[in-house]
């Protein structure tokens, strides 16, 4: 048990699978499923007026969609973090999602205990993301880039390769012998040269770069 409690927002046009998440998170003293949505603009509402920490939120619903959630979230709410649980994996899907600022993407058949780690992890702002969606943005970019290592400082590429293994800043300050300060200074600047405004659309532009492999 944690000494803080991880307030969730559970979003998804389908019932059954809203009751399936507040039972796996119900059973965990940690979370607490302070509301539920059933399309994209409940659920900016309902983050509005809840203060969630982490929205579950699926990405194809009626109305309002995931993606567009995602974009409404990060200008209205941004410190509220978005990960996605979804039974899509297309590049349709997974490339618009980091875009719009998801901070993970999981998909629906992923076991519980993964399921929870993923949230705890987008809890603290790191990057989660389904194997299969790491390959998704592994290969979404297949033309070659000019001169893409230009781009980052080495420093830079080791703490953007830190940061797509799931390492928090304090874990990547006590491995590359630096402070979390400094780590959070370089952060910053390789999120202005990928063009990015957080860590899972700075793995995605790394691996669309070919910077991660």
């Given amino acids: 048990m944690t000494d803080v409690t991880i307030r969730l927002l559970i979003v998804d046009d389908h019932p059954i699978v809203r009751d399936g998440l507040r ?35 699926d990405l194809r619903m009626p109305g309002v969609g995931g993606v567009e959630a995602i974009r409404r979230l990060r200008e209205r709410a941004p410190q509220v973090r978005v990960l996605v649980v979804t039974t899509y994996d297309s590049d349709a899907d997974v490339l618009p999602a980091i875009e719009a600022g998801a901070t993970g993407y999981l998909l629906k058949d992923a076991p519980r205990e993964e399921l929870v ?17 790491a390959q998704k943005l592994l290969g979404a970019v297949r033309a070659p880039q000019p001169a893409p290592t230009a781009l980052l400082t080495d420093r ?4 953007l390769r830190l940061v797509a293994a799931g390492t928090s800043n304090k874990e990547a300050a006590k491995r590359l012998f630096i402070s979390e300060a400094t780590v959070k200074t370089h952060l910053l600047h390789l999120y202005g040269k990928l063009g990015v405004r957080d860590r899972a659309a700075a793995v995605a532009a790394g691996y669309q770069r070919g910077l991660l492999g």
């Fill in 117 to 133: 780690r993923a949230v705890r992890a987008a809890h603290q702002g790191q990057a989660v993301l389904a194997p299969t969606v």
């Fill in 23 to 57: 039972g796996i998170f119900a059973q965990d003293p940690d979370f607490e499923v302070v509301g539920e949505a059933s399309d994209g603009a409940e659920a900016v509402e309902r983050a509005l007026a809840l203060t969630p920490d982490v929205v579950l939120l």
């Fill in 156 to 159: 830079e590429l080791d703490i």
